[in-house]
């Protein structure tokens, strides 16, 4: 009876058991179709043999797409130029009689433009072959990261939100690495706002300056504007470090919540100095897929890049503390994922990368070496001629208590090996163009040698200091030639000897001027070289590895 009453209810609500079976069969699509809604963009796919790798999506893909970015690019761009749009809007009197219903228009249209656009975008990712293998392995990959999920997913290049996140500040051993030195700037909020209005009109003028403009000045790099005419540039950048080099990229998570999009290139057990690696630190508007990296990697060692920020598809603003958290995690990331030991890592900076790499050897202490190409001591020099004199104050203000960059301070609580080098025709780092004297690299070498040698250091001394530092490259050589090279490393050695390799020394307290002058050009020339060239261009890797191969005192 039991089985015949379950026929009977079956067969009198057959429709129902169809709906089920239907939804049955649907429930992979459905649940695809829902995941695919914000699922990343898929740009590139590399696949071997094939030189035009960039993925074609189809038509409701791409006009859902096409909205979406649009949508962002404008919110993007909205940023820069809000007060002007309001103002329009405003003459224009296209507000009418009730501003919040206009409002409330716009909003409603614009939310279900988008809600269209975002549904049919992923119907048309569920109906694409290509981009539904690379979501399955994304799926895969972000449940359960796995080396042979992580190698698959190395062959698609998409948006960077979805990439797994592989270490974090909480991974490493421990957990004070990751305090910062300097306190030079909060991430405040609300509440940093509500301080400076509360200290007065100015501070908050000096506040909101700061954050609306001075940092996107300072660091052009982290512009959405700068991100997006980068962005072909920096896909092919990646593709080559990942199909050429054998690179392996990382997003890392920093302890204030920041994503870090890295590249490493390992080379240990493949080349004799891929035991050491490099962590390379890009300027104010650099990227690891087209910056420096390539030097190192041309001198055969590992090389690990990172991009500040809000550079490329890194998260965050680079702030002092946001950068000061990022090197530090990153250092972290290269110690207990990588596998290096500080001892075999080497700092290189190039231009405002000098900060960071200045900063993380005042706290270390233990690398291998530092080099940093084309930087200075302090940024505010550099910033005050840049701008009209009579905002000379706001500048300095701004600067000061929001983006006080200071490598020279840093560099000198640094006792480990260092080498600079100096662009001889840098229109950058320069106070005034093609004036080799005004480059502030000379001030980041007077920092080193002052807390270094302080007893060589003195108003007689420093004029010869600045007429070496005053000359061309190929007459820097006629001076070099006139330092008795011989004679001064003798003296370096005796008094290592006698009282060790410890900072500060005091060397040349009991020495006459003429001797003092030409110890201290010989300990110049030991810690800075000129490359005859303009701020840019990549540093060439046999003056890098020359650099490193000169002996400098540790």
Known sequence: MIVISIASFLLANMHLVLLFRILVILMPSIQNFLGCLFSPRLYRIYEARQSDDYYKPGGLEKWGDFIVTTFQSVWNLGFYIYPAIALIIYKKGLLGPDPTLFVAKLAAGTGLLLTVAVCIRSYGRVSSPKYMNFYQILLSAQQNLTEHNKKSLLHYDFDFSGWPIEFSWRDAEKDDASKSLSEDWKNEGFYGLLGKTLDGPFSMLIYVVSHA??????????????NYVMNSNLSDGRKKLIVAEMGERFKIHTRDGNDLDTMFVDRRGKTHLGKTLVICSEGNAGFYEVGIMVTPLDSGYSVLGWNHPGFGASTGTPYPDQEQKAIDCVIQFAVHHLKFEISDIILFGWSIGGYVSSYAASRYQDFNATVIDASFDD????????????????????????INLTPGELIKQYKGPVFLFRRSDDEIIAINPGSILTNRGNDLLKCILSSRFPALMNNFTEPELDNWLSKSVNTLKDVHNDVKDAQCESILSEYIEQHGKSYPMSIG?????????????????RHMADYKSTHCPPLPARMFQKALNTVIID
């Open 213 to 226: 403009f001075a940092i996107s000045i300072v660091y052009p790099g982290s512009m959405s504007f700068i």
């Open 379 to 402: 940024i505010l020099p550099l910033a005050i001629p840049r701008m009209p004199s009579f905002l000379s104050f706001i500048v300095s203000r701004v600067m000061r208590e929001n």
């Open 509 to 525: 307290e009991t020495m006459d001027v003429a001797s003092k002058s030409q110890l201290l050009l010989y300990l110049a020339k």
